[in-house]
């Protein structure tokens, strides 16, 4: 059977991925590249992402998926054998993809901002605590609102 390949990193958004493959038992190696730590680890995921961000997928064909969602979801719907989520005619469905959606969207987005405050929030440091901060609470809030469905 041919090698999967992810780019990913411990704690990135390729540990379901990585756990996804694992579920199904298909072969993959791992391209260890944390981006968040400069430019010669975003120069490992340039060539298969330009927006150098983890977690990419090569699959044994050559074809390059990004983003942990659509990921998933691909893996999803390839492996229905895998039960890793409701099959295109479950009932369930549109609610699967409603929180496949919503956490890259509402709560990893956030992320950005927050991991480099001064992003959004320029040099001072002031604006850039009362960034950490409303982030830190959306996030929260967003969780606490998916645990609630």
């Given at each position: 059977m041919a090698?999967?390949?992810?780019f990913s990193a411990l704690g990135s958004g390729g540990a379901p991925v990585e756990?996804?493959?694992?579920?199904?038992?298909?072969?993959?190696?791992?391209?260890?590249a944390p981006t968040w730590k400069g430019e010669a680890q975003q120069a490992k995921v340039?060539?298969?992402n330009p927006l150098k961000q983890?977690?990419?997928?090569?699959?044994?064909?050559?074809?390059?998926?990004?983003?942990?969602?659509?990921?998933?979801?691909?893996?999803?719907?390839?492996?229905?054998?895998?039960?890793?989520?409701?099959?295109?005619d479950d009932p369930c469905r549109a609610q699967f993809l409603r929180w496949m959606a919503f956490i890259p969207a509402s709560i990893y987005s956030l992320f950005w901002g927050?991991?480099?405050p001064s992003r959004?929030?320029?040099?001072?440091?002031?604006?850039?605590a009362r960034i950490k901060?409303?982030?830190?609470?959306?996030?929260?809030?967003?969780?606490?609102?998916?645990?609630s469905q």
């Open positions: 090698t999967y390949r992810i756990a996804a493959m694992s579920l199904i038992g298909l072969p993959y190696e791992i391209v260890e340039a060539a298969v983890i977690p990419a997928l090569v699959t044994p064909d050559g074809e390059t998926i990004t983003e942990s969602a659509a990921i998933l979801i691909w893996l999803a719907d390839r492996f229905p054998e895998a039960r890793l989520g409701p099959t295109i927050r991991d480099a959004l929030g320029g040099p001072d440091p002031e604006v850039q901060a409303a982030t830190a609470e959306r996030i929260l809030d967003c969780w606490r609102m998916m645990e």
